[in-house]
């Protein structure tokens, strides 16, 4: 098992988390750095105020910050120290697939392959984190959510847990990606507007209980409205009409959330 995962690259632009997006910014051995990407508006602030809702709604995130310039998001490396490192494999190479196939797998066969990874004393709370973590990416939508964003992390043979959220970005907000779905399949549909019952379905097949599985929508969509006076609060002038598109796009993710209950 051991033999398969790679270990956080040494020297390189950022983790390859999900390489074909690395920047060209030096190597900082503290910190993962997401730097601009062309012809995408303020998408270091985008992860940035995502990771903010996350962390509200009580999620694992690792410390992140804004670079100065507000142009690079920095995300502490969260495998360990330099001289200790934890090896780290993204849900690709853990479920045998390619780069390429990133897209392919649905959400249920995801957590089912998740569960075959870690103790049987974790299984329960990992399928339940993973219906937080697709709920959330439902919430912000973020239809860039796909099996490189996943991953674990090992730290012995019997010691394998889920890497800490890290990389979210709400897509939809891109006029390009306006008409975008979903990374991954949910419940036979990729859509943002998933029909009554889907969440209720997966969340059984995560062995949830349907007032659980309730309570986790509720709480998300609370958090969000907590979360979003502090990020008022804390942008930039030249930044409130971009994060007011963002709250616009949440709150849609919430309400169907809800709807796909």
């Not at 390009?176 to 029909?195: H, M, N, Y």
Request: aromatic share 10%; with cysteine; hydrophobic share 45%.
């Amino acid at each position: 098992l051991l033999g398969r995962v790679q270990v956080l690259a040494e020297g390189a632009d950022v983790a390859p988390l999900d390489a074909e997006t690395a920047g060209t910014l030096p190597y900082d051995a503290e910190f993962l750095q997401r730097p601009a990407a062309p012809g995408f508006a303020r998408v270091a602030f985008n992860r940035w105020c995502c990771l903010r809702v996350a962390k509200r709604a009580g999620f694992e995130v690792p410390a992140f910050e804004l670079s100065p310039d507000r142009a690079t998001l920095r995300v502490r490396r969260f495998d360990g120290p330099r001289d200790a490192r934890l090896a780290y494999e993204d849900f690709c190479s853990l479920m045998g697939l390619g780069a390429g196939q990133k897209y392919e797998p649905t959400a249920e066969r995801m957590v089912s392959a998740a569960t075959a990874f870690v103790g049987a004393v974790q299984r329960t709370a990992v399928r339940r984190e993973l219906f937080r973590r697709h709920a959330l990416a439902y919430l912000l939508r973020n239809g860039d959510a796909h099996l490189k964003t996943f991953g674990v992390l090992y730290g012995g043979a019997d010691d394998v847990r889920l890497a800490p959220v890290h990389e979210l970005v709400t897509t939809s907000v891109y006029p390009e990606f306006r008409d975008d779905v979903p990374a991954l399949v949910l419940g036979g549909r990729r859509a943002w507007t998933p029909k009554k019952g889907t969440w209720r379905r997966f969340g059984a097949h995560c062995s949830l209980a349907d007032r659980e599985t309730q309570s986790i929508l509720q709480w998300l969509a609370q958090a969000l409205e907590a979360e979003i006076p502090e990020l008022e609060r804390d942008a930039a002038a030249g930044e409130r009409e971009f994060l007011a598109a963002l709250v616009a796009q949440w709150r849609t993710g919430a309400a169907e959330l809800q709807a796909g209950y």
